[in-house]
């Protein structure tokens, strides 16, 4: 017999919001199949409010609480029977955060669960990881998001040591990290990384996503060190309008994708890793499975 539920998790974050649909479907003696039915993406860039004025302006809530009421609709079409909303790192730092989480109830129905960073690395580490993690190899996790960037350090198939740093795209192009918070980032991926042979990188989140689409690699095959070097040149060596005509980047991922790829070659120079693999995961992934295991 087969039992088909749809759950569905929105991820409120820095740079984007999003909604994702998952179909699960379970059949006795075979492993729950997780499969993405829908997912709808808003750049409505909140980071750039509050990295900036630590606040939510109000037209970004009216933009917010149209996003919702539209979620919502869409989760009602779709026939989702359970669903949870997390926001991150902008959410967490806007002094009116509570505040706009309460109008967006009242206004949609929505509940969202501001989380901290430990807690968002550890959702999204509670996705498909353990399918790419072997136990004899290391890895070096590494999650970029809008607002901040989490690591994750795995040895013999176990989590290590976990940090969330204050270093992510849309703070980078606003100029808002200090050379301090870059050092200390640095500092703990070497410190971390030390006496771990043949280190790999696993990367999430949307840039080192659409990196890896560019690369035309097949899934579960990993980029190596001199593909990204080389990716970064060519971003770098393009305007932004460039990026958008020539490597047909949307508009709110052409100006992020240059501090993302940032990140993850310092990450793998920091590392000395050779490799990175892409998994599809995130915090929306992470959600729905949290959700079906809390069941």
Same mark, same amino acid.
């Given at each position: 017999?087969?039992?088909?539920?749809?759950?569905?998790?929105?991820?409120?974050?820095?740079?984007?919001?999003?909604?994702?649909?998952?179909?699960?479907? #379970?059949? #006795?003696?075979?492993?729950?199949?997780?499969?993405?039915?829908?997912?709808?993406?808003?750049?409505?860039?909140? @980071?750039?409010?509050?990295?900036?004025?630590?606040?939510? *302006? +109000?037209?970004?809530?009216?933009?917010?609480?149209?996003?919702?009421?539209?979620?919502?609709?869409?989760?009602?079409?779709? @026939?989702?029977?359970?669903?949870?909303?997390?926001?991150?790192?902008?959410?967490?730092?806007?002094?009116?955060?509570?505040?706009?989480?309460?109008?967006?109830?009242?206004?949609?129905?929505? +509940?969202?669960?501001?989380?901290?960073?430990?807690?968002?690395?550890?959702?999204?580490?509670?996705?498909?990881?353990?399918?790419?993690?072997?136990?004899?190899?290391?890895?070096?996790?590494?999650?970029?998001?809008?607002? *901040?960037?989490?690591?994750?350090?795995?040895?013999?198939?176990?989590?290590?040591?976990?940090?969330?740093?204050?270093?992510?795209?849309?703070?980078?192009?606003?100029?808002?990290?200090?050379?301090?918070?870059?050092?200390?980032?640095?500092?703990?991926?070497?410190?971390?990384?030390?006496?771990?042979?043949?280190?790999?990188?696993?990367?999430?989140?949307?840039?080192?996503?659409?990196?890896?689409?560019?690369?035309?690699?097949?899934?579960?095959?990993?980029?190596?060190?001199?593909?990204?070097?080389?990716?970064?040149?060519?971003?770098?060596?393009?305007?932004?309008?460039?990026?958008?005509? #020539?490597?047909?980047?949307?508009?709110?991922?052409?100006?992020?994708?240059?501090?993302?790829?940032?990140?993850?070659?310092?990450?793998?120079?920091?590392?000395?890793?050779?490799?990175?693999?892409?998994?599809?995961?995130?915090?929306?992934?992470?959600?729905?499975?949290?959700?079906?295991?809390?069941?």
């Amino acid at each position: 017999m087969i039992v088909q539920k749809k759950y569905a998790a929105i991820d409120i974050g820095s740079n984007a919001i999003r909604l994702l649909v998952s179909t699960i479907t #379970e059949k #006795e003696g075979m492993e729950t199949n997780f499969r993405k039915t829908s997912l709808v993406r808003v750049p409505i860039r909140l @980071g750039a409010d509050v990295f900036l004025k630590q606040n939510i *302006s +109000e037209n970004n809530q009216d933009r917010m609480i149209d996003a919702m009421h539209a979620f919502s609709l869409l989760m009602k079409a779709h @026939g989702v029977e359970k669903y949870k909303a997390c926001a991150t790192s902008a959410m967490r730092e806007a002094k009116n955060g509570d505040a706009v989480t309460d109008v967006i109830k009242d206004k949609t129905g929505i +509940e969202i669960e501001i989380i901290d960073g430990t807690h968002e690395a550890a959702i999204i580490a509670a996705t498909d990881l353990h399918a790419l993690i072997q136990d004899d190899h290391n890895y070096l996790y590494v999650d970029v998001g809008g607002g *901040s960037t989490e690591y994750t350090l795995y040895s013999n198939g176990e989590s290590i040591a976990s940090r969330s740093f204050k270093v992510g795209t849309v703070r980078l192009l606003n100029d808002l990290v200090e050379n301090k918070t870059w050092r200390e980032m640095e500092a703990w991926v070497k410190e971390n990384t030390k006496g771990y042979e043949d280190i790999s990188l696993i990367g999430s989140g949307g840039n080192i996503n659409n990196i890896f689409k560019t690369s035309g690699k097949k899934d579960g095959k990993p980029l190596s060190l001199a593909y990204l070097k080389k990716y970064d040149e060519l971003l770098n060596s393009y305007t932004y309008e460039e990026r958008i005509t #020539e490597l047909d980047l949307k508009n709110d991922r052409a100006d992020v994708i240059i501090p993302a790829s940032r990140i993850y070659l310092n990450s793998m120079k920091w590392a000395k890793a050779n490799q990175i693999y892409v998994p599809k995961i995130g915090l929306a992934d992470g959600i729905i499975k949290s959700l079906y295991h809390s069941n």
